[in-house]
């Protein structure tokens, strides 16, 4: 059995993977606000730094898979949202990466958002402040744009699929890919939901095969991609589970032809 780390562990999509993953038998390290193993702020770099220190003390130094489920959206306000979802999420990633090296068979899931193909005229300056590590630039963009959800999770998404086919990832034995929920009914969406300007948006969102996913449908696609007999074999996969949103609005976006 295996020892893995979930950062949000606490609540929606975070705990329904937690269950699953120690119903499986094995061992997780969870990291979030407050209610997991290591409590810490992944909003600020002393946060990540103790989450990273506190998950490298319990895991001995090898740990067998990551999932990075924590994060924010509206109407949580875009500044920190910005520092939660990439910068927390990466401080992770990166600072992790030799324990999952030292487990020679280890899985990554970073949990995306369907939001990052689905809304329209993304700005895509605070997207690669992103992936540039310019975390004051993205924060300053992120005031400007009051936006950094989906930003975030597009920025997110692209730093795992420019990363997981490495030699310093899957050829270290860490196969990497992504999850890109749509709308959920998490805590997270309730709050969006309740709020006055952002919940008619949700709610007036397509989703084909009607209404919204659930933490566990999620956690069930998390599951797969971390500890199913197909796992070895998947890297860079950006997998959505979204009622058919991505597919109804880009049909034909994917798969896109190479052209040289």
Same mark, same amino acid.
């Given at each position: 059995?295996?020892?893995? @780390?979930?950062?949000?562990?606490?609540?929606?999509?975070?705990? *329904?993977?937690? =269950?699953?993953?120690?119903?499986?038998?094995?061992? &997780?390290?969870?990291?979030?606000?407050?209610?997991?193993?290591?409590?810490?702020?992944?909003?600020?770099?002393?946060?990540?730094? =103790?989450?990273?220190?506190?998950?490298?003390?319990?895991?001995?130094?090898?740990?067998?898979?990551?999932?990075?489920?924590?994060?924010?959206?509206?109407?949580?306000?875009?500044?920190?949202?910005?520092?939660? $979802?990439?910068?927390?999420?990466?401080?992770?990633?990166?600072?992790?990466?030799?324990?999952? &090296?030292?487990?020679?068979?280890?899985?990554?899931?970073?949990?995306?958002?369907?939001?990052?193909?689905?809304?329209?005229?993304?700005?895509?300056?605070?997207?690669?402040?992103?992936?540039?590590? #310019?975390? @004051?630039?993205?924060?300053?963009?992120?005031?400007?744009?009051?936006?950094?959800?989906?930003?975030?999770?597009? *920025?997110? =998404?692209?730093?795992?699929?420019?990363?997981?086919?490495?030699?310093?990832?899957?050829? =270290?034995?860490?196969?990497? $890919?992504?999850?890109?929920?749509?709308?959920?009914?998490?805590?997270?969406?309730? +709050?969006?939901?309740?709020?006055?300007?952002?919940?008619?948006?949700?709610?007036?969102?397509?989703?084909?095969?009607?209404?919204?996913?659930?933490?566990?449908?999620? +956690?069930?696609?998390?599951?797969?991609?971390?500890?199913?007999?197909?796992?070895?074999?998947?890297?860079?996969?950006?997998?959505?589970? #979204?009622?058919?949103? #991505? +597919?109804?609005?880009? *049909?034909? +976006?994917?798969?896109?032809?190479?052209?040289?």
């Amino acid at each position: 059995m295996g020892t893995f @780390a979930i950062t949000g562990s606490a609540s929606g999509i975070g705990a *329904a993977t937690r =269950a699953r993953v120690e119903a499986a038998g094995h061992t &997780v390290i969870g990291v979030d606000l407050r209610n997991a193993e290591i409590d810490a702020d992944l909003g600020t770099p002393e946060g990540r730094q =103790a989450a990273v220190d506190g998950v490298l003390e319990r895991c001995g130094g090898t740990l067998d898979g990551l999932v990075t489920a924590a994060g924010v959206g509206p109407p949580f306000p875009a500044v920190p949202m910005a520092s939660i $979802n990439y910068f927390g999420s990466v401080a992770l990633l990166e600072g992790l990466h030799g324990a999952l &090296v030292a487990s020679g068979d280890a899985q990554v899931v970073v949990v995306g958002s369907n939001s990052s193909s689905t809304q329209p005229n993304l700005h895509m300056d605070l997207v690669e402040a992103f992936l540039d590590g #310019d975390e @004051a630039k993205a924060r300053q963009l992120a005031e400007t744009y009051q936006d950094a959800y989906a930003p975030s999770k597009l *920025a997110l =998404a692209r730093w795992a699929r420019r990363l997981a086919p490495t030699a310093e990832w899957a050829g =270290a034995g860490v196969r990497m $890919n992504v999850i890109a929920p749509g709308a959920t009914l998490t805590p997270l969406l309730q +709050a969006g939901l309740d709020d006055e300007t952002f919940g008619p948006l949700i709610k007036g969102f397509t989703v084909p095969t009607g209404g919204f996913g659930s933490p566990d449908q999620i +956690a069930a696609g998390i599951e797969f991609l971390l500890l199913s007999d197909a796992r070895r074999f998947l890297c860079g996969t950006v997998l959505y589970i #979204d009622g058919g949103t #991505d +597919a109804l609005f880009r *049909a034909d +976006a994917v798969p896109v032809p190479w052209v040289l």
